[in-house]
């Protein structure tokens, strides 16, 4: 049987390369995969996917709203107005730099 640290760096680097299928470049997996490799190290610790699994969907919706610009609809006095805003979310390296 396989130890959990090979474990964690198994799913760690399968979970980061598993995104070029979504056309994610090779750099980027490898950013990915050292999330993927916390989210596994979180996993073997609480003894539950639950945690990983709420971390997964918190990172995919910053990265939504960092990217994409939102269209709204307002809903006021029987009339429907519709805005548009841009969201500006700084990152790390905004922070750091």
């Known amino acids: 049987m396989v130890g959990e640290k ?3 760096l198994f799913n760690g680097a399968a979970f980061g390369f598993s995104h070029l299928a979504y ?7 490898l950013g990915i995969a050292i999330g993927g490799l916390f989210l596994a190290g979180l996993t073997i610790r609480s003894a539950s996917l639950l945690p990983a699994a709420i971390w997964h969907v918190c990172l ?6 960092k990217r994409f610009n939102y269209d709204i609809v307002i809903f006021s006095q029987n009339q429907i107005v519709w805005r548009r805003f841009e969201l500006e979310i700084p990152v790390l390296s905004d922070i750091c730099l």
């Open 23 to 29: 056309g994610f470049s090779f750099i980027s997996c």
């Open 60 to 65: 995919n919706l910053l990265m939504i709203l």
């Open 6 to 8: 090979w474990a964690v």
